[in-house]
């Protein structure tokens, strides 16, 4: 089953922050975050390892709650070249298969 | 960085023919590949896990059959998609996992749009 993500989609303006969640069902040992433009493949954004860590790309920062099995993906000031789909991603145990999140489509405008 | 090139980037065929998909590791030495395929506007799903040498593991619900998967080399899994039919037409993309981008770092190839008529 994949992770569950909200919003499924978003519209802001240049400079607006946008927030996208991503929860799980089953037990999050790592989180990965991708954004998607359309027609391509998807990107490879951070990676979270830890419980409560907190990693920053840029304006672009994540955290993970273990407990909870959620992380949450910030995007501040966002830039035109912010828009896409954003997938969250969910390690197997065994650390090798990924399944990805049902995805969020970020449009941001003018 | 890591890089995995996949060909080709688009295909069409006729309904009944058989496609292959290659996706190369140029880099690095992959000994396990992924294989996704996304219908428009839907996530990424994970078909398979391609193991140099040995045999695919399939997803439940992907026939193995149909989607044949080989990876003769640490550096090369090739998708065919036998007896293709409209319903198969997606996006199809590999990834790898290599060291280079960092701890459990995926690279994903550039995708392949099939189109079956």
């Known amino acids: 089953q994949q992770p569950v993500q909200s919003p499924q989609a978003v519209i802001l303006r240049e400079g607006e922050d946008a927030v996208i969640n991503c929860s799980s069902s089953k037990a999050l040992y790592s989180v990965h975050w991708y954004r998607q433009k359309h027609g391509e493949a998807p990107v490879f954004l951070m990676i979270?390892?830890?419980?409560?860590e907190q990693k920053g790309h840029e304006k672009i920062s994540a955290s993970f709650n273990e407990k909870k099995q959620q992380s949450s993906l910030y995007l501040t000031a966002s830039q035109l070249s912010y828009s896409g789909t954003y997938f969250c991603?969910?390690?197997?145990?065994?650390?090798?298969?990924?399944?990805f999140g049902s995805g969020t489509q970020l449009t941001v405008l003018p | 960085g890591a890089v995995v090139s996949q060909h080709p980037s688009r295909v069409i065929c006729k309904s009944g023919t058989s496609v292959k998909i290659e996706c190369r590791s140029l880099?690095?030495?992959?000994?396990?590949m992924f294989w996704y395929r996304q219908f428009p506007k839907q996530s990424l799903m994970l078909m398979a896990t391609s193991n140099e040498g040995s045999k695919a593991t399939y997803e439940q619900g992907v026939e193995k059959d149909k989607f044949l998967i080989n990876h003769a080399s640490l550096t090369l899994s090739t998708l065919t998609v036998t007896s293709a039919h409209p319903e198969d037409s997606s996006f199809y993309i590999c990834?790898?996992?290599?060291?280079?981008?960092?701890?459990?770092?995926?690279?994903f190839g550039s995708g392949t749009r099939l189109t079956v008529v």
């Open positions: 991603g969910r390690l197997s145990r065994s650390a090798r298969q990924l399944t």
């Open positions: 979270l390892l830890k419980g409560g």
């Open positions: 990834s790898a996992r290599a060291k280079k981008t960092g701890p459990y770092g995926y690279t």
């Open positions: 880099d690095f030495q992959a000994t396990t």
